[in-house]
């Protein structure tokens, strides 16, 4: 019952980055306003691709032509708590709505839910450039 109440009270999508950053093959560290925490171990970082994809094509052909241009694991992040400990993160696929494109990003085995991240590591291999970046905090 109380997850189900932080997920509806403090749940949701935070904007980690104020403007759109280079993302490319050296790391990038970002450090948000307040330190990222999961509600569930399911929450991850959202890349929003838009600009990558035509915006001409219905939403199934954006699906495709953004799992070909974005592969899984093309796309690495790494959450870091105040006294070094690490959980990697990588791309797993791409979501998609009416009028965005979103590269998700997720731990393989989830995200601790008793920690606080102060710092956060991107990269990527297949051409993200210029983005938001955002962290979504209560998926299952």
């Known amino acids: 019952m109380w997850q189900l109440f932080k997920m509806l009270f403090f749940g949701g999508t935070t904007l980690i980055t104020p403007v759109p950053i280079e993302i490319g093959t ?9 330190p990222l925490t999961a509600i569930t171990s399911g929450a991850t970082l959202y890349f929003d691709v ?14 495709k032509q953004g799992e070909t241009l ?18 990697p993160l990588s791309s797993v ?12 990003l ?19 291999d297949c051409g993200v450039g210029r983005t938001p970046v955002y962290w979504k905090n209560f998926s299952k």
Request: overall charge positive.
């Open 70 to 87: 974005f592969p899984d694991s093309c796309a690495q992040a790494q959450l870091i708590t105040r006294v070094g400990k690490v959980v």
């Open 93 to 104: 696929g791409v979501a998609v709505s009416n009028t965005k494109t979103f590269l998700v």
């Open 26 to 34: 050296v790391w990038v560290t970002l450090t948000p306003k307040e």
């Open 106 to 124: 997720s731990a393989d085995k989830g995200v601790p839910t008793d920690a606080e991240f102060p710092t956060v590591r991107v990269r990527a």
């Open 50 to 63: 838009t600009p990558a994809l035509p915006s001409s094509i219905n939403l199934v052909d954006r699906l």
